[in-house]
């Protein structure tokens, strides 16, 4: 955003990306301007100059490139997603009258948008609304028999040709994309949140019934047709799912949501639909209400928040039920280690880091270094500790005639036992708390000698 020194107007700024050129300006770029420029019309956004910005040592002595355009306040995506945001019926049917406005004047001009979406139809507080971002538009004509790219449109509003990868095709690609906005914009939330392109089709294919010879008879010619093969005929079950559409609405979304691209209502048809002349009528766009700035962005940033806030507070509720930090003579465990040159219980080294009490194998009784992670028995479980901390991988386990836990934390609740990695004493010894002996080391005990031949194993 900035401001016009000689009109003092506030103008939006898209900034032409140069980083990855090795051509020169990108052919996108030029495309857009050629558009941009070509066309004149209320609904498409108004592209008023290009400027550059001086090469110098902030930018790398690369000057930068600008389109000028006239400053929007809103656009759809981020109008809807302000919090308690629900659009009236005439104020939908203002935004869908004027949607297709613009996309009728770009056709009759040869030119295919192929980025129709909500954060691109952009809304100033006059109420109206323009297309904009033509960075994949395309002028065609009829004559025009060079392959174009499938891998246009964003996802969730990608019509089935394009996902079987047709490379020949026309308008019928944005009213597709217009009937996703227009149901959208009814039921309140986008209809086909496809993750990948599979699922993407998938969805289309269980809304509005698969394909058959009958309902889109070149589908199987498609280049992708034969890789997504359905498990199931789909029924079409669009005026079931959205059973709470009036009728005439109905009837328009079927035609905008038509299967086969050919039979696709055109953007002059549906201007003509029986829903824009029912009761109540379409207002105009300066009696629709005016909002504070709302963007797609600015929505995407306030959800971050959202959930970093909702995190923060789980982890300060978790941190809550959290037993309080042991005492100081607790901190660091008894000296086990034995005479110099001894291995110490459990494999421990003589004068080794204190911390998590001893060193030895990966995860042998008490492992070295770091922090202590308080065991489950200072939370009162079972009968009282004997040392009260244990280590993340290795530690005091002991559940009465069992083998221990699996996550190796220090529990006491019976006489014999140990920790489950250690438990026959394989390579992972670890501590066992009184009674039978049953894990690498027992208190007050020596090591068995079949451990030495297990760990050697």
């Known amino acids: 955003m900035a401001r016009c020194k000689e009109t003092q107007d506030i103008v939006a700024l898209k900034k032409i990306r140069m980083d990855n050129e090795k051509e020169g300006f990108p052919i996108t770029a030029i495309r857009e301007i050629k ?5 004149r019309h209320r609904n498409v956004v108004d592209l008023k100059e290009i400027v550059t910005s001086k090469a110098n040592a902030s930018n790398g002595h690369k000057g930068s490139i ?20 629900k659009f009236s019926l005439p104020q939908i049917k203002c935004y869908m009258k004027q949607l297709l406005y613009g996309l009728h004047y770009c056709h009759t001009n040869n030119i295919l948008h192929r980025d129709i979406k909500g954060s691109n139809l952009l809304i100033n507080n006059n109420g109206v609304l323009k297309l904009a971002d033509f960075g994949l538009a395309k002028p065609i004509t009829s004559e025009n028999a060079q392959p174009l790219t499938n891998r246009v449109i964003t996802l969730w509003y990608r019509p089935p040709e394009l996902l079987l990868g047709a490379t ?57 047709a034969k ?40 953007a002059k048809d549906a201007l003509l639909a029986d829903w824009f002349w029912e009761e109540p009528r379409a207002c105009e ?40 930090p042991p005492p100081e003579d607790q901190k660091h465990g008894p000296d086990r280690s034995g005479p110099r040159g001894a291995p110490a219980p459990g494999g421990m080294r003589p004068g080794a880091p204190v911390g998590r009490f001893g060193a030895g194998g990966s995860s042998a009784g008490w492992s070295s270094g770091g922090q202590q992670q308080q065991s489950y028995t200072q939370r009162g479980i079972g009968r009282p500790p ?29 006489a014999s036992g140990g920790s489950y990695s250690g438990y026959r004493g394989g390579k992972a010894a670890g ?27």
């Open 35 to 39: 558009i941009l420029k070509k066309l």
């Open 66 to 85: 600008y389109l000028v355009f006239e400053y929007m306040d809103h656009d759809l995506t981020g109008l809807a997603e302000r919090p308690g945001m």
């Open 227 to 266: 890789h997504f093969k359905q498990k199931k005929q789909y029924p079409r079950r669009l005026r079931e799912f959205f059973s709470q559409f009036s009728p005439s609405a109905k009837e328009l979304l079927e035609n905008f949501l038509t299967l086969d691209p050919s039979k696709r209502i055109t």
């Open 168 to 224: 020949q095709y026309g308008p019928s690609v944005d009213m597709w994309s217009a009937g996703c906005i227009f149901a959208e914009l009814i039921h309140g939330k986008p209809i086909l949140p496809g993750k990948s392109e599979m699922e993407q089709l998938d969805l289309i294919f269980k809304l509005c019934g698969s394909p058959t010879p009958e309902n889109w008879p070149d589908a199987e010619k498609l280049p992708y």
């Open 386 to 414: 004997i040392t009260g901390f244990g280590s993340i991988g290795g530690g005091m386990n002991s559940l009465g005639n069992k083998g221990g836990s699996y996550s190796n934390l220090n529990i006491t609740t019976g």
């Open 285 to 324: 766009p300066e009696d629709l209400p005016r909002y504070e700035p709302s963007h797609e962005y600015q929505t995407k940033k306030r959800r971050q928040e959202a959930k970093r806030a909702e995190h923060q507070n789980k982890r300060q509720r978790m941190d809550g039920t959290r037993p309080p």
């Open 431 to 457: 501590w066992a708390s009184g009674g039978q002996q049953k894990a690498g080391w027992a208190s007050g005990s020596q090591e068995p000698k079949k451990n030495d031949d297990a760990r050697r194993n």
